[in-house]
């Protein structure tokens, strides 16, 4: 039996109406190692686990655990074989306790008090077997991100789980708080358990992983011992070709002061700190690239220079102007435009229809429409303008905007907020789901917008994209701006303040 | 009559009315707490009243009359269900739609059965839910304010009245210590927890949707046949509404459910009370100050100037996983 | 395979499935009747008599679509925001009070047609004030304003009880009522309308209020898909998130929608206050606040499907009650199971058909 291995997909296909996120998939994962799954956004590696872990059902496949083939109907049956999960937003009651959270499903009676008592003692053992301990009487919402997630990998261990499934699990995390996960997953593994790990991070890939799967586009094109592949062997399975993250740009050459940041707090909803007195100034004529892990406070602060948050001290100048508590609409009349991290929820509204999108933000422009009327004439003219210029696909203004791919949606945003012609240009995550020739052709006008002599503000969690784009990159860890350095700094430098371990 | 006997009296009535909305109340708080809005409480409450009333009269037993009262309400919220569960459709919509049937069907098969105007015949005690005396309690009325407090208050309610006060702590103790009430109250937050727990979202809203169904259908019953001797159209009056008042200014908490229909219920009877009497120095106090204030506390709770009230987080919103 | 996002012709999401969803509900409303011993069929044809038979009975249908094309306008410009008004009964009720008092103070100096715009700006403030406080608590205090405006339907119809037993009601009469207003405080018959087509208006009081509501239908299409105001309501309504994005103020835009819905159902008083009765009567609007969510909900929150679903609901309110005096088995409120049933099925039930239609439409295109 020891020689079986103790996941196989098979032929597995799932299509979600006209997106086919699964073709034929096959895979093999090996008992007691590591196995890694990459693949960009959308390439459909959550899908193939949801579907392992009886979350969504494929249409054709076939799911062997342990050599035998298990029809997984349901969660249940994949926790009973022998399956848990770790998903990337968690599944946490979050104003129930750890312990209850823990026994939800899994209550060991129809009265809870009967399993308190073994549940407990099971916890006690689980902390001292694999270094996971959480107080079982602490109410989630209370906890700190990391320890959300122990809660959940507790979850699966306490329901006996042979297989641990983790999706993106180091998105939220802080890095101290990712090597912790390593280091439990190595125990996990060193006791003889299966660890699938999806991500789209290399570096993650490389440090942990004995054998790694490459997904691209709803197909499994590759698997490889972690050993014998490269980062840039795996880079180039997951884009299809080779990529050359290095954008053409001349020197940059800075003007005056457009935007400066002094000691700026934000707090995000549930008033916790997010940005913590945090200052620096943008130029007219260069990019200023922020970067950092996920969850650092980079949403928060495009939030709170955008007018959609409002800080809880500190100022926001434009041209040495504070700019109070400005809303949005006033800061665009200021010349600020906004590409937000999130297209589907904040750069869009999927409903409408392009040419509604296309002035989303400016719709109180006189250009749009005369008093309080719209002008749908005009709206659409413009549209249809922005659309040959930026070479959106289909080119139709009426088309509803959720049937445009995650590329030209993302060009519908770049559009907008480029065509206004701003004097300062915050940037969040502007390739994020977007295809290869989506991503050059908004580089370029991303560039293009600096020697055009704008002051350019850059948010990414890719650092090759940071580096490729920024003339100065400040490093964001835990609130705080750690550090500024140019391009020039390496990858691991970088990293590193990344992690807040060197500044 | 003395302040004390003037109390004792509003007491009395406020325990009477306050029965039917700690029924439906809790009916509420199971629905609710599952992630299912229920605004259908009315209509529930009042189909239930009608069957009970229906069944009360053709076998003369009451018992009879409950059993009928809560088939109904639970075929009712089966229809809740299947609108707001299976098909996930818009809650409200539903409960509206709920409470429209009940006020039309109930009449209409009223009239057509009995001829009365929508009424059902006049109940004799046998079909009826009689007032039970506990021991001594006559005796003791002429002793004193406890004793009258014993005799008026305590005693001489239906069975109902009894079971309502012990389906509160029942409802505690199953939403809070039975397996049931964890993942009842976990799926009102976060179904998705449940979902990957392995444990069917569906089917535990029906049920939470079921034992509201139960409760409803014993404050139905509880009208038609406890405190009345038939079904009268429009009876609930709006009770279910009021219920539902209760419910949130109680921020759906069991015990706290209790005192706040005791609080609205006094209210009620305090304006009976009060109706035509005349408050030296201010003069006749108008009823519907009453009859609006409970909506008027829990607005103001609402409006977060007593406490917050979290509603169950996934409270109205049906359950996909599908993208 | 799912079947949610498959996108199905228009034809079938806006035409086929309301009319399988409407035909379901009145199968099961032919049932009740069937099962209280009459015949179905036969009161499908009375009431269609009765609703549309002679000029009478369409003049009462035409005034009962009118009130629901107010409230059901009301409820359609709340949901577009993404706000969920039920309390337009309330704010109907109180848009009563405006109305009367203007009838009241002017229609001893004033004709007809110089008391409306007043009347018409007093009901529409009226309704719009009932809608303002849960608006208020909405926006700024993050209350549900599904919850808030049930308690305002309860706590205007508290208020307004009160004002006619104590304070507006004629001294020394029983009833419950302001007095009747002079002609400078009535809306005029429609009856020159209804003779353009030969028809007889009779008794019913089909009045000026069927105009002002048409007119509604139109500016409320504009304010929605027209006007920038209407384009952040939309936005609001679909993405609050890409509302805030925008630059557009959650709290104004949530206050102004509904004082524009409660103004709505505030209008709807004119029609039985000042074009029917002349006078303000307890409970005159009788549930046609909530009527109006089934109306919006049928007519897909959309003026002209507003109308036609108004029409129907106003040919069930007049033809139930003709049919009632036809067969006295059924009584008037068989309405009222009507109109639940439209509302499960219309509304709560409104994509039951869908899974098995995608599969029948993917096998029809397949093939």
Known sequence: MTDQPAIELVGIDKKFGAVHANKNINLTVAKGSIHGIIGENGAGKSTLMSILY?????????????????????????????????????????????????????????????????????????????????????????????????????????????????????????????????????????????????????????????????????????????????????????????????????????????????????????????????????????????????????????????????????????????????????????????????????????????????????????????????????????????????????????????????????????????????????????????????????????????????????????????????????????????????????????????????? | MDYIDILISILGSTIRLSIPLIFTALAGLFSE????????????????????????????????????????????????????????????????????????????????????????????????????????????????????????????????????????????????????????????????????????????????????????????????????????????????????????????????VMFACLLFGFLDAFANFMQGKSVPGIGEVPVQIFQALPYVLTCILLAGFIGVAHPPKAGGVPYTKER | MSTASVSLPNWITYGLMPLLNLTLAFVISGLVVWLIGENPFEAVKLLLIGALGRGEGIGFTLFYATNFIFTGLSVAVAIHAGLFNIGSEGQAYLGGLGAALVALALDNYLPWYATMPFAILGAAAAGAAWAFIPAWLQAKRGSHIVITTIMFNFIGAALMVYLLVNVLIVPGKMAPETRTFLEGGQLPKLDWLMELFGLKLGAAPFNFSFIIALVMCVVVWFLIWRTKFGYEMRTLGISPSAASYAGIPYARTVIITMLISGGLAGMMALNPVMGASARLQVEFVGGAGFVGIAVSLMGRNHPLGIVLAALLFGILYQGGGELSFDMPNITRDMIVVIQGLVILFAGALEFMFRPALVRIYQNFVKA
């Open chain 1, 54 to 503: 009886g979350f969504y059902q494929a249409d054709s496949g076939e799911i062997r655990i342990n050599g035998k083939p298990v029809n997984i109907k349901d969660s249940q049956t994949a926790i009973n074989a022998g399956i848990g999960m770790v998903h990337q937003h968690f599944m946490l009651v979050e104003n129930f306790t750890v312990l209850e959270n823990i026994m939800l499903g899994a209550e060991g009676g129809a009265l809870l008090a009967k399993g308190v008592a073994s549940a407990r003692a099971e916890l006690k053992r689980l902390e001292t077997d694999y270094g996971l301990d959480v107080d079982p009487d602490a109410v989630i919402e209370e906890l700190a991100v990391g320890l959300q997630q122990r809660v959940e990998i507790l979850k699966a261990m306490y329901r006996g789980a042979e297989i641990l499934i983790l999706d993106e699990p180091t998105g939220v995390l802080t890095p101290s708080e990712a090597d912790h996960l390593f280091k439990i997953l190595g125990v996990l593994r060193d006791q003889g358990k299966t660890v699938i790990l999806i991500t789209h991070k290399l570096r993650e890939i490389m440090a942990i992983t004995d054998t790694v799967s490459v997904m691209r586009r709803g197909e499994m094109v590759a698997t490889r011992k972690t050993k014998e592949t490269s980062v840039e062997e795996l880079a180039e399975l997951m884009v299809g070709r080779r990529v050359l993250l290095r954008v053409e740009k001349g020197e940059a050459s800075p003007g005056d002061v457009v935007l400066s940041v002094r000691n700026l707090t934000v707090k995000d909803n549930r008033g916790v700190t997010m940005v913590d007195n945090v200052s620096f100034d943008v130029r007219a004529g260069e990019i200023v690239g922020i970067a950092g892990v996920a969850g650092n406070g980079q949403s928060e602060l495009l939030e709170a220079l955008s007018g959609i948050r409002q800080p809880s001290s500190g100022e926001i100048l434009i041209d040495g102007q504070p700019i109070g508590r400005a809303s949005p609409a006033r800061l665009r009349e200021l010349g600020l435009a906004h590409i937000p991290e999130d297209r589907h929820h904040m750069g869009l509204v999927l409903k409408f229809e392009e040419y509604e999108n296309a002035v989303l933000g400016y719709h109180r422009d006189p250009k749009y429409g005369r008093g309080f009327m719209l002008d749908l004439d005009a709206m659409q003219a413009d549209a249809t303008e922005k659309i040959e210029k930026y070479d959106i696909r289909p080119p139709n203004p009426r088309l509803k905007t959720a049937n445009f791919s995650g590329g030209n949606q993302q060009k519908i945003v770049v559009a907008r907020e480029i065509e206004r012609d701003p004097r300062i240009l915050l940037i969040g995550q502007p390739t994020r789901g977007v295809d290869i020739g989506a991503i050059e052709f908004i580089h370029r006008r991303i560039i293009d917008m600096r020697d055009q002599g704008k002051a350019l503000l850059l948010v990414s969690v890719e650092l090759d994209e940071i580096r490729a784009l920024s003339d100065r990159i400040l490093v964001m860890f835990a609130g705080h701006i750690v550090g500024e350095k140019t391009a020039e700094a390496g990858e691991q430098t970088l990293g590193l303040m990344m992690a807040g371990i060197a500044a």
């Open chain 2, 33 to 256: 707490r599952s992630g299912i809005f229920d605004i259908g409480l009315e209509g529930k409450m009042l189909a239930s009243a009608f069957a009970a009333a229906c069944v009360a009269y053709l076998t003369g037993n009451a018992w009879a009359g409950l059993l009928a009262g809560i088939a109904t309400s639970v075929a009712l919220s089966l229809v809740h269900g299947f609108a707001s569960i299976t098909n996930r459709g818009n809650q409200i919509v539903s409960g509206v739609a709920i409470n429209f049937g009940a006020a039309g069907l109930t009449i209409v098969l009223g009239q057509a059965w009995f001829g009365q105007g929508g009424r059902t015949p006049q109940l004799t005690a046998d079909g009826r839910f009689g007032e039970i005396r506990f021991p001594f309690a006559a005796e003791l009325r002429d002793s004193g304010y406890l004793g009258k407090f014993y005799a008026d208050v305590i005693s001489g309610h239906n069975i109902l009245t009894y079971m309502a006060f012990a389906a509160v702590p029942i409802s505690w103790w199953i939403l809070y210590r039975t397996r049931f009430g964890l993942r009842l109250r976990a799926v009102g937050e976060n179904p998705g927890a449940v979902d990957t727990a392995g444990i069917s979202v569906s089917w535990l809203r029906y049920r939470a949707v079921i034992c509201a169904g139960i409760l409803c259908g014993f404050s139905g019953t509880y009208l038609a046949i406890a405190q009345s001797a038939a079904f009268i159209k429009d009876m609930s009056a709006g009770k279910g509404y009021i219920a539902l008042a209760a419910l949130i200014f109680a921020k759906w908490k069991p015990v706290p």
